[in-house]
């Protein structure tokens, strides 16, 4: 068992432990990790187990400090780690068990030695009469799992209940969702007094009685449970304080190929009350984060940790919330007030914040920033806050925004530093090409779809729209197709320069989802050879395609040819910034005089063989 400054809890476990299971104390050793030991309890729940140990010497108690962490989930870790028996029963420090319980359990253990089960008992009302045999996996007052009751309906089919709004939601007892129907039992019961109704449907309440056989359950409260030490499936080592580990523990086992069973004669007995209050550190903060570890280490989806402590119970901020998924490991403690005035003091600190909440959006927010900063006006279009934070930062005088979160607090907080800038920020449903103002620099991030950014492009043409600057993002994540296995964002841009020579990719990024600068301003392009060495580069490809008499590439790949410079970076209209050259003359030369200066059409012409 784990203690945290609870004597009297830990001195009645064990005391009930030698008083009312005799038969079995030479088969087990009992071991208690003391999770601040040099606390006011410390020295006296040492002192039991000295004192027990001297006047037993056959008697194997052990008493371990662990100071290296705080935490339910450290401590309990700590009882696996040390355990000597092939078995670990992990028990709180305040409960009692039902004599002959533990006699069953290891009758059990011995006949099922290759066991790999995680394995709970029945919590025992304060009536000693009703039991709890569950954890429904419901959010609710800060804690994944709600105490749940399972049952069977006449054909053996295992179920449970949930309180749904005052009424009864019968769902698969092991996933917790997907609503059954059991058979014989009347929909839409009113929760209170469902127990008698479902019984008078022929339904039984599980666990009840301890001569059942062991079923699966989706997890339970960690007060009393049993693993083989070789099975363990460990909690997150990262986790700190109280809270966090129910269901997903259980879960994590059941990925793992193994079982969560239900021992009904192994019942116990749980003091809940606490008049003096709760000695171990219990923080919300710590709650939350447990949770944020324990789903990031299983590639679980985290909106419904994010729904409950943001949006239901309001307990956490968004900014708090960022910090804690972007960063979880490391913010141990949360955050005072100041730190937040601090974070928001300036808009090169709001940056930084966004790009420690955002690593994957960081390069696309430096290069937004650096391109803003040649320029006076930007039009962003985008899902993501983070665009718009970046140019703002950036352009020397205005933002036109049209976003998928106008109501971004960061954004908001950045809008309102004392600044000379103006900024327009707007639903994007609202956006209007037609009443649109042109810009130095235009963002586009809200779209995967090839076509759907081909019709941007057509607006911005129509309307006059760029003055200098196009920037494209996500173009490597869906550069050739689109999630709906149309053609991607690169095939657009492509098709777009094709009908635009005037536009040139000025820089062309591949780290993350990837992202195209496009530019029709002269200052931005490679610019052209001096006249004498065009004309001598001429001179060289037309001695090499008189002398070689090499003739002419095929259609495919003189377009693959075209499709390859058209997005490079060193193209000047229609024309090559390395040589020269206008680019479908020579693109359509074989043999020595139609070589790329960089080696790109070779690159090309291997692919197509």
Known sequence: MATFDDFHGTYFTIQSLRLHHPEIMDKVEILVIDNNPDGK?????????????STRPNFQARYIPHKESVGTSASRERIFT???????????????????????????????????????????????RGVATHFNEQWRSEMWGTWGAAWADKTGAHFTVIDNGGKC?????????????????????????????????????????????PFDIPGQGLGVFVCAKEHWSHFNPDCRGFGGEEIYIHKKHRAAGKRVLL???????????????????????????NYVLEFQEMGWDLQEVYNHFVIEQKRLTQDEWNLLISNAKTTLTQPSAAHWREMYSSPEKIVEKVKTEKPLASIHMDLLKKYSEQVDDVLDIGVNVYTTIATFVGTKKSVVSYTG???????????????????????????????????????????PEGQVLTQVFNNIINFNLAKRFIVIHNTKAFGEFSPSKGYGLMVAIRFFLKQHPEYTVIEHIHDGAGI????????????????????????????????EGAGMVSKEVFEARLATCAICPHRNNNRCGLCGCFLESKGRLAGNAGVCPIGKWAEVERSLE
């Not at 020295?43 to 187990?49: A, E, L, N, Q, T």
């Not at 004599?99 to 011995?110: F, I, R, S």
């Not at 790999?116 to 025992?124: D, R, V």
């Not at 021992?263 to 984060?289: E, I, Q, S």
């Open 516 to 547: 195209t600068v496009l530019s029709k301003d002269e200052r931005d392009k490679t610019a052209l050879p001096k006249f004498t060495e065009m004309v001598g580069n001429l001179f060289g490809a037309v001695k090499s395609y008189v002398a």
């Open 405 to 447: 979160v106008p109501d971004d607090p960061t954004l908001h907080k950045l809008m309102q530093l004392p600044d000379n800038k103006q900024i327009s920020v707007n639903q994007l449903e609202t956006l209007d090409y037609s009443k649109l103002q042109p810009a130095d620099l235009i963002s586009i991030d809200y779209t």
């Open 82 to 128: 040390e355990a000597r028996g092939k078995f670990v029963l992990c028990t709180d420090c305040h409960v009692i068990f039902p004599g002959g319980a533990l006699a069953k359990l290891v009758e059990y253990l011995e006949a099922n030695p290759d066991e790999s089960a995680i394995m709970h008992g029945p919590l025992l009302y304060d009536d000693l």
């Open 169 to 213: 939601k019968y769902v698969n007892l092991i996933d917790g969702k997907t609503e059954v129907a059991p058979l014989f039992v009347k929909s839409g019961l009113d929760w209170a007094g469902h127990e008698r109704i479902l019984m008078g449907s022929g339904c039984r309440n599980l666990g009840k009685d301890p001569s059942e056989p």
């Open 41 to 53: 309890h410390g020295s006296d729940v040492r002192g039991i187990i000295n004192h027990i140990n």
């Open 263 to 289: 021992l009904p004669f192994l019942r116990w007995l749980h003091r809940f009350g606490r008049p003096d209050g709760v000695k171990y550190p219990l923080t919300l903060w710590n709650k939350v984060r």
